[in-house]
């Protein structure tokens, strides 16, 4: 029987949107036995897209074929979950090409204005026949909400994940709406999942380029769950039009949408490390008075991702001694004996040695916190970075040895 297992940070309530820009659809397509695995989303106008994928040397087929084919428009956003399309050669680009020449007839648009996604299985050839059997269907007279698209991409993940903001501007109310995907096989290398964000304006493709290049690195690319990254990482940023918009972008605007669009990029990313496979606890790791960025860069993931430190962490064990290792495989030049180390606010090591008076029964009750955060400071420069990541259980090698099973 397959095993089930749910994040402690399995959020109680979920908030729930009717987006006016687009319509939604979901379907069981068949990839999975029971639960939708399908998303079609239909915007009212060609809306501006700017997307950044996964630096992956073993993209996915729709990957490849987005890269190709779109060109900043979009009418349709096609994405399934089950099979990934990936590693499926000629042929999963090929399938792509008949379920998007279907959709083209259906919904009146060119080819290039319709991009798609795929996440799960790696290896499997897609059969573009599930998609088109629904494809169908449509257009429908009524759509479904925004936490029904959320469910619709998951795989591993074990709740929808959702964001919002909402910008009031002189007499006009802008929204703003996320989703994304991501449990498992999360490294940081561009945007370590699926995430799809609608801003209802009239924004330039390059206006989103501008937002999604200044906020990628702080967000998407500074969580990491295994140190694997996707063959399918993709990040979609959407300027909604309509005919009748009174909205005019300007400088002033344009700073307000782009903090927005950064508080829902950050709020994704969490949700999607403490969504982490197998995940008890959740790791913050703050890195100061680095050299540079790089060096921050570096140390931050380098503990982060180290596997001693994360189950050390899971098992409540304040094992100082495996930062201090991961501190050093980093190979950046530091100067240990300015190293500080504290597990929240507690100092555990400093000069070179432990913390003569460090109080063992506080670490030890600190350590029983859902959120560990491991604070660093190098003591060699001003730069600094933050990094999220999960601990490393049992549970984890439980989900990931009987995925395909």
Same mark, same amino acid.
């Given at each position: ?22 319509? @939604? ?82 919904? +009146? ?20 026949? #599930?998609?088109? +059997? ?27 994940? @959702? ?103 950050? +709020? ?44 050390? @962490? ?45 109080? @063992? ?11 560990? #955060?491991?604070n660093v400071s190098l003591g060699i420069g001003e730069s600094s970075r933050i990094v999220w990541s999960s601990d490393l259980t049992y549970t984890y090698l ?8």
């Amino acid at each position: 029987m397959k095993f089930t297992y749910k994040s402690p940070f399995n959020p109680k309530n979920f908030k729930d949107f009717n987006p006016k820009k687009f319509k @939604i659809y979901t379907f069981n397509s068949g990839f999975k036995k029971r639960k939708d695995d399908l998303l079609v989303i239909e915007f009212n106008s060609p809306a501006s897209v700017f997307s950044v994928y996964s630096k992956t040397s073993t993209p996915s087929a729709p990957i490849l074929w987005d890269k190709e084919h779109n060109k900043g428009l979009c009418k349709v956003l096609i994405v399934n979950s089950g099979n990934a399309n990936a590693f499926t050669g000629k042929e999963g680009v090929k399938a792509i090409d008949e379920y998007v020449d279907f959709a083209s007839k259906i919904f +009146n648009c060119k080819k290039s204005n319709i991009l798609v996604s795929s996440t799960g299985v790696i290896g499997e050839q897609i059969n573009p026949k #599930k998609i088109t +059997n629904k494809l169908k269907l449509l257009p429908q007279p009524t759509s479904k909400t925004l936490l029904s698209a959320a469910k619709s991409i998951m795989t591993t993940d074990t709740y929808p994940k @959702i964001a919002s903001e909402t910008i009031n501007y002189k007499s006009s109310k802008i929204s703003i709406y996320g989703i994304a995907k991501g449990s498992g096989m999360i490294a940081p290398n561009m945007g370590t999942m699926l995430s799809y964000i609608f801003i209802e304006a009239p924004l330039k493709r390059n206006d989103l380029k501008y937002m999604l290049s200044q906020h990628i690195t702080s967000t998407f690319n500074s969580i990491s769950v295994d140190g694997d990254t996707s063959t399918s990482d993709t990040v979609m940023l959407f300027g909604l039009k309509s005919n009748n918009d009174k909205i005019r972008i300007n400088k002033v605007l344009l700073s307000k949408i782009s903090q927005k669009v950064y508080s829902i990029m950050l +709020n994704l990313a969490k949700q999607i490390v403490s969504d982490g496979e197998g995940i008890s606890k959740l790791i913050e790791v703050n890195v100061n008075n680095a050299l540079n960025k790089n060096q921050a860069a570096k140390v931050s993931f380098s503990i982060a991702e180290s596997l001693l430190v994360k189950t050390a @962490i899971a098992g409540e064990d304040a094992n100082w001694g495996r930062i201090v290792m991961a501190i050093g495989k980093a190979d950046t030049k530091i100067d240990q004996n300015k190293i500080k180390i504290k597990f929240g606010n507690l100092l555990v090591a400093s000069n070179g040695k432990m913390n003569s008076n460090l109080n @063992i029964s506080k670490i030890n009750k600190y350590m029983k916190n859902k959120i560990i #955060k491991i604070n660093v400071s190098l003591g060699i420069g001003e730069s600094s970075r933050i990094v999220w990541s999960s601990d490393l259980t049992y549970t984890y090698l439980k989900i990931n040895s009987d995925y395909r099973s």
